[in-house]
């Protein structure tokens, strides 16, 4: 099994995505940090701990981080992800509180304990990421893959340049892309395309108590029709870690604005450099991710019953 570890700032499809790291049989999730992106901090931790105990985690390491971004205001997505955070699901408060210890020492620690092992999944804004390797740059050698929801080489969401994730903490994203290590970026172009349907949420509809979370997750930002729905963005990138054959991708030097007028968050993707920082997922089989995610919140959905 892939060890992962996951920051993210749960979040509708945050919250899709660890129920789908979860139910994997392919990846081990080792633990889970937490930042300020689609709602705040104190709320992003709190549905990562409601998460762990609803989804039978046991003692995972949750660990909260960066409450706001590195010099900007810090934004959020509660008009698309609910005051809470995770829209209409409703979970259990959480009995056991969150693990001692900042989200990036736990991210040093345990990518500088495990060299050439761990698969670092980042779903949010990417404050904690520019932290740790501010703090240790040892880490980009000895992680095994950083891998980064965000970004988009044609559109934004947030606007028409910039995606939230970036856009929230644009020299973050910076850092992180500048750092020497090879990105795998997983943008808009592809994610847009894994969008729920009809037939899909029927399927979801039937996982027992799992349903009672995946449903209105997969449901709250947007109308689900026959023909599509809210696309599930962070679970993209965790079907990535299980399958990496999902996708397909072309090494680009991608740089990150973040002094433009109307482009701040935007990142800008060069195909043609020769001197690339990235490899961008440019194709999704999109029927392989639903079977992927289907098959993995089955065998999730009867171990909670």
């Known amino acids: 099994m892939k060890p992962v570890l996951l920051d993210c700032d749960p979040g509708i499809d945050d919250a899709l995505a660890i129920a789908l790291a979860a139910g994997s049989t392919d990846i081990d999730l080792v633990g889970i940090t937490t930042v300020a992106g689609n709602v705040g901090l104190s709320l992003t931790t709190l549905n990562a701990l409601a998460l762990r105990e609803f989804l039978q985690l046991g003692e995972l390491p949750v660990h909260a981080g960066a409450g706001r971004a590195l010099v900007r205001d810090q934004i959020h997505a509660a008009h698309v992800h609910g005051t809470s955070g995770l829209g209409d699901a409703v979970l259990p408060a959480p009995v056991l509180g969150a693990t001692d210890g900042h989200a990036v020492d736990f991210i040093i620690s345990t990518i500088l304990d495990r060299p050439g092992e761990i698969t670092l ?29 965000g970004g988009s080489y044609t559109r934004g969401n947030s606007n028409p340049a910039a995606e939230f994730n970036i856009l929230t903490d644009p020299e973050a994203a910076a850092i992180v892309f500048g750092a020497g290590w090879t990105v795998t970026q997983i943008g808009l172009d592809v994610t847009l395309t894994a969008q729920v349907n009809t037939a899909l949420l029927e399927k979801m509809g039937a996982l027992g108590r799992l349903s009672s979370l995946v449903v209105p997750a997969a449901s709250f930002y947007g109308q689900v029709t026959t023909d599509g729905g809210p696309a599930l963005h962070d679970a993209c990138a965790v079907a990535y870690a299980i399958s990496p054959g999902l996708m397909g991708f072309a090494d680009a030097r991608v740089e990150v604005e973040t002094v433009g007028r109307f482009t701040t968050g935007m990142t800008v993707t060069d195909f043609r450099s020769d001197a690339p920082n990235a490899r961008v997922a440019t194709s999704f089989d999109v029927p392989g991710f639903w079977e992927v995610l289907l098959g993995a919140y089955g065998r999730l959905g009867e171990r909670l019953g």
């Open 121 to 149: 999944v980042a779903v949010g804004p990417l404050t904690n990421i520019a932290l740790a390797v501010r703090r240790e740059p040892r880490i980009v050698q000895a992680v095994k893959e950083m891998v980064v929801m």
